[in-house]
């Protein structure tokens, strides 16, 4: 085609660009022109007719505000802040003096210069915005007043009807009537949404510059002004060209409105954008324990996942800062060594249930699993605890009963693996009570005794005294730990034990308080008795002995107050813990590396890891520090003693005198055990319990 052609051609076609521009121009300015003059001389008959059915029309007493949520604040049990918990709508309310005044001055210059003028609704101002929306040839400047549009974001719904600009009319009459200007303008200034899921002047600075509203600048101030009105398309991270003209058209209002001078304007309008997006709502202390406050609240019946979304909440919660301290303290100078296996401590007071304490060496930052409340690790023989449990509520005497301690094998028929129960070094005791079994942690004993009592009785146990989320597997080897169980659970357990068998559900919020200062959630009883004091009081008599006579003894407090625990470790090495309890404080204490396979070995000089070594030196060491100024005191007498049955064991015929006791085969079903990582480097202070796969235990009967 010849250059003259083409480019005759292409006139032609701008030409008929222009025209459908201008006609499209035309009609906007035609139409918008037409309605804001009807709207203008339709007002005042409007309302003056609406003054008519007044009584029909709600009042301000009469509607209830739709919730307007903000970040939730999270204080720990001294009243220091932990951080937020980031609402449905990223919302944090500020006073008035929090504001920067330019940011009042734009936002009044670009939305209702004549905010100061009228009573709530602005004939005037209507008109005003039309002209300059013709001008621009878009909406850059809406018709209805700051009030109004308040009024809208707080009572009304958002539908288009003539019944609700009426409504929205005459509520913010009364409005206006009800506060003083400054008030309703800090009151938009909280509401109204910025883009980027800022709702307020506030989220939106932090969200934007990085920095408190009280600090914006002229050109800060200006921009954010401009954002409510198209926050999508003013975007200054998506549009930043946009977001710039959107500036300067409210820099250009604030000037004819004389609230700033033409070079001032000039100076704002040169002023990059220098965006910076904040993380004041993402500074979090001690972010597992915010973040399993905020799942507690979302699963409480008496709160729910709403009311944490809507936000706007003060929540005060149970942490004590000191013995949050302590237990990191405790960790650190035990693992002091990069490459050290992970721990976690959980401390709960037994008389409330309040969490207390909730630490692990794992940073939130690099990974966000929880190891104290998440964590799902086999607990050795910590759970003997709940077999022992079950014995003694079945009137099985510690003191009277024997077991033969000696290798055990159970094999349910000659298709079925066999499981097999030893001690690691090899010793055992020939025939001995239960209770010097427990002190021994005797792996063969609290096999047989967990089939003389029950599997499913031993879970039913642990699931009473606070084993509650965990599934457990109802199968003989239970009582070694065979059942993954996170240290919360076990503290709690432990718990219950030291408040005489009243099981507190484990709570790390101590109130909930709205931004009124109403409680919404306080101190409730929830404590339920879930098994008769005595039991707890002869578990808590032996776990207590064993700590000055059996696996426990390196975990006992300086002071030698009465305190009771016991200690646990999987048969490969891969898990060690220590939980135990006084009258006022249940603690649990898990060690082991992320990986679930890789052995415990040569740790801190210690060659294998289990119970009473590194899991008792961190116990010992934390409740030294936490307990030094709590006056010692004696676990309470039961007042219902245990009643004693007549018992003999399946086993019974089987006890012989010998230190060098013969080898059980038993025919019982048991999986096959499970593969260790390979012979530990030396033999484990405490017996080492075997113990099979979940999933072919789960298939045992």
């Not at 719904?157 to 206006?176: F, G, H, P, S, V």
């Not at 940073?363 to 003997?384: E, I, N, V």
Request: net charge neutral; glycine share 8%; hydrophobic share 40%.
């Amino acid at each position: 085609m010849p250059d003259g052609v083409a480019q005759g051609v292409g006139r032609r076609r701008r030409s008929r660009r222009q025209r459908r521009t201008t006609g499209r121009r035309g009609a906007f300015a035609t139409t918008f022109l037409v309605l804001a003059l009807l709207t203008a001389l339709g007002t005042g008959l409007l309302l003056f007719g609406a003054a008519r059915y007044m009584g029909d029309l709600p009042t301000l007493d009469a509607i209830k505000a739709r919730q307007i949520g903000a970040n939730s604040s999270v204080y720990d049990g001294a009243g220091a802040s932990l951080g937020v918990l980031a609402a449905e709508e990223n919302r944090q309310p500020v006073a008035s003096d929090a504001i920067a005044p330019r940011l009042k001055e734009a936002t009044v210059a670009i939305e209702d210069r004549r905010f100061y003028d009228h009573s709530g609704v602005d004939a005037r101002g209507i008109v005003r915005a039309a002209l300059r929306n013709v001008a621009a040839g878009r909406v850059v400047q809406g018709g209805s007043t700051l009030t109004q549009q308040l009024i809208s974001q707080i009572y009304i719904t958002k539908e288009r009807t003539l019944d609700r600009k009426l409504r929205e009319a005459l509520l913010a009459m009364q409005l206006e009537q009800r506060f003083t200007k400054d008030e309703i303008l800090t009151a938009y200034l909280n509401t109204v949404f910025y883009g980027n899921n800022a709702y307020g002047v506030e989220a939106a600075a932090q969200t934007y510059f990085a920095k408190p509203a009280k600090e914006l600048t002229l050109a800060e101030s200006a921009l954010l002004a401009g954002l409510p009105q198209l926050p999508s398309y003013y975007d200054p991270y998506a549009n930043p060209g946009a977001a710039l003209e959107r500036r300067a058209q409210v820099l250009a209002a604030m000037r004819e409105t004389g609230a700033i001078t033409a070079r001032q304007e000039a100076r704002a309008n040169a002023a990059p954008l220098k965006l910076k997006r904040g993380r004041v709502y993402g500074k979090v202390r001690e972010s597992f324990f915010v973040r399993y406050v905020a799942e507690e609240l979302t699963s409480d019946p008496d709160f729910g996942d709403a009311a944490v979304r809507a936000g706007g909440l003060r929540i005060e919660t149970t942490l004590d800062p000191r013995l949050q301290a302590q237990a990191r303290a405790a960790m650190k100078a035990i693992l002091k060594t990069p490459g050290d296996p992970d721990a976690a401590i959980v401390a709960i007071r037994p008389k409330t249930g309040e969490i207390v304490a909730m630490a692990s060496t794992r940073a939130f930052r690099k990974d966000q699993f929880d190891l104290a409340s998440q964590g799902r690790r086999q607990p050795g023989s910590t759970f003997k605890t709940f077999t022992l449990a079950t014995a003694v509520e079945q009137g099985i005497d510690p003191r009277a009963t024997q077991y033969m301690s000696a290798p055990f094998s159970w094999q349910p028929d000659p298709e079925s693996a066999v499981w097999q129960v030893g001690t690691a070094g090899g010793e055992y005791g020939g025939g001995v009570t239960l209770e010097n079994a427990t002190l021994a942690s005797d792996n063969t004993v609290y096999a047989q005794l967990a089939i003389d009592v029950g599997p499913d009785n031993i879970a039913d146990m642990a699931r009473r005294l606070g084993v509650r989320r965990s599934k457990l597997v109802p199968v003989p080897s239970i009582t070694l730990g065979s059942s993954g169980v996170s240290p919360l659970e076990m503290a709690t357990a432990y718990a219950t034990l030291a408040n005489g068998g009243v099981y507190n559900p484990p709570t790390a919020v101590k109130a909930v308080k709205d931004s009124d200062g109403n409680v919404l959630v306080g101190r409730r009883d929830r404590a339920v008795r879930v098994i008769q004091d005595g039991v707890a009081a002869e578990v808590t008599r032996i776990l207590g002995e064993n700590m000055y006579a059996g696996t426990g003894t390196g975990a006992r407090t300086t002071d030698g107050r009465p305190q009771a625990g016991k200690t646990g470790t999987t048969d490969d090495h891969t898990d060690a813990w220590f939980c135990g309890y006084t009258p006022d404080l249940a603690a649990c204490v898990w060690i082991g590396y992320p990986d679930e396979t890789k052995p415990l070995y040569n740790v801190e000089g210690v060659a294998a890891v289990s119970g009473p070594t590194l899991p008792a030196d961190i116990w010992h060491l934390f409740m030294d520090a936490a307990l030094a100024d709590v006056p010692a005191r004696e676990f309470r007498a039961p007042r219902q003693p245990v009643d004693w049955a007549t018992f003999t064991s399946q086993f019974a015929d089987r006890i012989v005198s010998s230190v060098t006791a013969p080898e059980i085969t038993l025919e019982m079903p048991k999986p096959k055990p499970a593969t260790t990582a390979g012979e530990p480097p030396a033999t484990s202070a405490e017996p080492v319990e075997t113990a099979p796969p979940p999933a072919t235990a789960a298939a045992v009967p």
